[in-house]
Structure formats: C-alpha cells, structure tokens
C-alpha cells in the first residue's frame, strides 16, 4: 500500500490531467494536491482497518464504536475546521491524513492502557486475550524447505506430544499426519513451478485436542485434484490423504491471500 500510494503521489500531474487540461483553472491545482496528499492516508487506512475488523471479532464493541467517530468524522472535521483558515480547501485532505493518524494513536493508547507499556510486538499491539489461541509452551511452530527436513519434524512432533501427556496413538498420528501432508507438499507442490517455496507448521495442544496447521505459498488445489482425492475406485491411489481424512477428527483446507492452509484436529 505504501507502494501504491508513492505512486500515486509521483504520477499526481498526469493523473490531474485526465480530467483538467489547463493549470490555471483553479480546481486543476486542487486535484493536483488531492493525489499528492490523500494518497497518504492509504497505509493508515489498510492499519485502522485491520484493527477495527480484528477488535469486532473479539467483541471490543465500545472500542471499535469509539474507533469509527473517531474515524471519518470528529477528527476530520475538527481538522478541517482547524486548518482551513490557514490553508484553505487543501485543509480537507490534511485532516484526512490526520484523522489516519489520530485513529492510528488511538490504537496504540488502547494497546497501552491495557499492557501497561507501549506493545512490544504484533500479539501486544492487538491485545490479544489470554483465552486466545495457544500459549507458547503449548504449541511450536516449524519451517520445512526439504524431505530431510519433514522427516525431523514428523519425530520432533511426536516427541512434543507425547511430553504434554498426549496418548501414543494421537503422538503417533501427529507425526504420521505432518509427515504424509508436508511431504505432499515438498514432492509435488516445490516442483510446479521455479519458485522457492517452504511450508510453515504450527503443532498446538489445545483443550486435550492436537491441532496441526500446515500453511505453503505453492500453487492451491484444483477442483480435479480434490476429485482425484475423494475417488472411491482407485484405493491405493492418495492412500495417505484417505488414513488422515478418515481418522482424523476434522480436516478443513482453505486457500488464503495465495496461501494453502490446512488445519487438522485429532
């Protein structure tokens, strides 16, 4: 977004030009700054957005109503009534870019009065509660770039399992699972195409469930792909995939902003 947006402030003559042909006219210098300046507001609004999703999800509803007056509304007018005085109608679009940076303050005061310190990392910027997700010692989180690599983390997994007192029938499948599907992924996903690709792993032990999550940049399967998976004549065939699919609790795949994601519960 900070990309686009430098783009659109470099290209804002040609852009105004589209639309005005002669600089003497006074709105074609107020288009002209209003790609200069509004584009800056973009990087701000990609963050308040985020945020303001994230926060509705874990129903922080007083905040995210204080977030949306806040945004678009109080401050740009407060700004704008502040400033066009000075600086005319250009005002507007500074207030905009402020009232992104208000909204952006607000966020961290937020992170600040419920941490007791300025955040320290993502998880501290969103206030994330306690409840959420897996405390660190309860998951662990790998990368896999070769087979060699698979097979280790297939005994890491077991070994992690069985150390938080999970039976060896689940240990094993944990190990047996990881294995099989990131080794899917290393022997045909790595070679469709030049790219470098790895596989991110994250073993979570959660309310006595083991949670597997197996995310990869390759390419997201196709529906010809899911259909060979599901054949019922060809038995040998994706035997692998069938054991997972018919033991495991639940399996759920989702392709992501380009990323697979496949999340097993046993």
Same mark, same amino acid.
């Given at each position: 977004m900070c990309a686009v947006s430098a783009l659109v402030i470099i290209?804002?003559?040609?852009?105004?030009?589209?639309?005005?042909?002669?600089?003497?006219?006074?709105?074609?210098?107020?288009?002209?700054?209003?790609?200069?300046?509004?584009?800056?507001?973009?990087?701000?609004?990609?963050?308040?957005?985020?945020?303001s999703c994230y926060n509705q999800t874990v129903d922080r509803n007083l905040m995210v109503n204080i977030l949306e007056v806040l945004d678009g509304?109080?401050?740009? %007018?407060v700004f704008t009534a502040i400033l066009i005085p000075f600086i005319g109608m250009n005002s507007v679009y500074i207030a905009n870019v402020l009232n992104g940076v208000v909204s952006v303050l607000y966020l961290v005061g937020y992170s600040v009065l419920k941490n007791r310190r300025l955040p320290r990392n993502m998880e501290e910027m969103m206030v994330i509660p306690p409840e959420f997700g897996v405390p660190p010692e309860d998951?662990?989180?790998?990368?896999?770039?070769?087979?060699?690599?698979?097979?280790?983390?297939?005994?890491?997994?077991?070994?992690?399992?069985?150390?938080?007192?999970?039976?060896?029938?689940? %240990?094993y499948l944990s190990g047996l699972f990881l294995e099989e599907m990131a080794g899917n992924v290393v022997?045909?996903?790595?070679?469709?195409?030049?790219?470098?690709?790895?596989?991110?792993?994250?073993?979570?032990?959660?309310?006595?469930?083991?949670?597997?999550?197996?995310?990869?940049?390759?390419?997201?399967?196709? %529906?010809?792909?899911?259909?060979?998976?599901?054949?019922?004549?060809?038995?040998?065939?994706n035997v692998g995939i069938r054991v997972i699919n018919a033991t495991a609790d639940e399996v759920e795949y989702q392709n992501i902003l380009g990323l697979n994601v496949l999340t097993i519960r046993i």
């Open positions: 290209l804002a003559v040609p852009l105004t030009r589209l639309y005005y042909q002669d600089p003497s006219d006074p709105v074609y210098m107020m288009t002209v700054w209003g790609f200069r300046i509004l584009p800056l507001c973009m990087p701000l609004a990609v963050i308040r957005t985020h945020f509304m109080v401050s740009v %007018s998951r662990m989180d790998l990368s896999v770039r070769s087979m060699e690599e698979v097979v280790a983390v297939s005994e890491n997994v077991q070994s992690f399992c069985l150390e938080r007192g999970i039976d060896w029938r689940r %240990s022997n045909y996903g790595f070679r469709k195409d030049k790219k470098k690709h790895s596989i991110d792993i994250r073993v979570a032990h959660k309310e006595d469930k083991m949670i597997l999550r197996i995310k990869d940049d390759c390419q997201p399967f196709d %529906s010809a792909e899911r259909r060979e998976i599901i054949d019922q004549e060809d038995m040998i065939r």
